[in-house]
């Protein structure tokens, strides 16, 4: 909300400065709001717009040193997950060789459109498709229910019915409606009026299948390392979390086990449908 009421009241301002009733020839999206926008509105303050102009973009340069290293740290930890034995250090500088190597592409004079191009196709569109499954298995597949369970057994607290209604039916509807309507309203996509090849829109259909295949690819992955011999209960097996999910202290998991294996004989007795999906938000 404070942001909104920030971009909006700069948009606002510039545009009564310069006298230009359509929005859409003040407000530039992407790159342009942060970097000609914003810092054309400020040039135009009346009081000390060099302390505003400095003061703007030393909080880019920390934002972005801050993601950066928020980015890079999941990479680090990745890696040092699957290879303990690598030095921190050398990881880390590995990760930062990798990303000056791939940045410098974006600093060439075409770099802005390639941008915005990975941008819609490899991180947008995947990032909401994977959003709406990954909201779906956070709340019906592992369960609303077994969540607050989980909260309640941690901190013990037991979750409001705002946060079991969000969870279980606003944010997923919510989600699922953007989708649909991104799908809808797709058009190939353009930078500033520039309309790519037909190549790279095959590229950026590629991209996002990169993205986007990784979910089923696991999942067949998943239900073949499962030992049942059934393809039914293989495939059900893999709903449902493993016996060692809990704690890793071993008397908190003892306790665990016994709090999950009540829940569970309460679940079983409610064969019911619309009871089980009453149960997983409210019970």
């Known amino acids: ?86 030095k921190p250090l050398l990881v880390a500088i590995g990760i930062a060789i990798a990303g000056f190597g791939i940045g410098i592409i974006y600093t060439t004079p075409g770099g802005q459109y390639l941008l915005d191009f990975l941008d819609f196709y490899g991180a947008s569109f995947v990032a909401l498709v994977l959003a709406v499954f990954e909201i779906i298995t956070f709340s019906w597949i592992y369960g609303v229910g077994r969540l607050c369970r989980d909260i309640e057994f941690m901190l013990g607290i037991r979750t409001g019915l705002y946060w079991r209604i969000c969870w279980g039916f606003v944010t997923p509807i919510m989600l699922i409606a953007i989708l649909i309507y991104h799908i809808v309203t797709y058009e190939a996509f353009t930078s500033n009026g520039y309309v790519f090849s037909n190549g790279m829109y095959a590229f950026g259909w590629c991209v996002f299948a990169a993205g986007v295949l990784q979910l089923p690819a696991w999942a067949v992955y998943a ?61």
């Open 1 to 86: 909300m404070l942001a909104g009421l920030i971009v909006f009241g700069v948009i606002g301002h510039l545009a009564h400065v310069t006298n230009s009733p359509d929005l859409s020839k003040v407000v530039r999206g992407g790159g342009g709001l942060a970097f000609i926008t914003y810092p054309d509105a400020i040039a135009k303050f009346t009081f000390w717009p060099q302390f505003f102009a400095v003061a703007f973009f030393l909080m880019l340069f920390v934002l972005g040193i801050g993601s950066i290293v928020g980015m890079a740290t999941t990479i680090m930890t990745v890696i040092r997950d699957r290879f303990p034995h690598l």
């Open 223 to 283: 239900v073949l390392k499962r030992k049942e011999t059934n393809w039914k209960e293989r495939i059900s097996s893999c709903f449902r979390p493993t016996y060692d999910w809990g704690p890793e202290d071993t008397e908190l998991n003892v306790k665990y086990r016994e709090s999950v294996e009540k829940h569970e004989q309460t679940q079983a007795l409610k064969r019911n449908l619309l009871r089980r999906i009453y149960d997983n938000v409210f019970h």
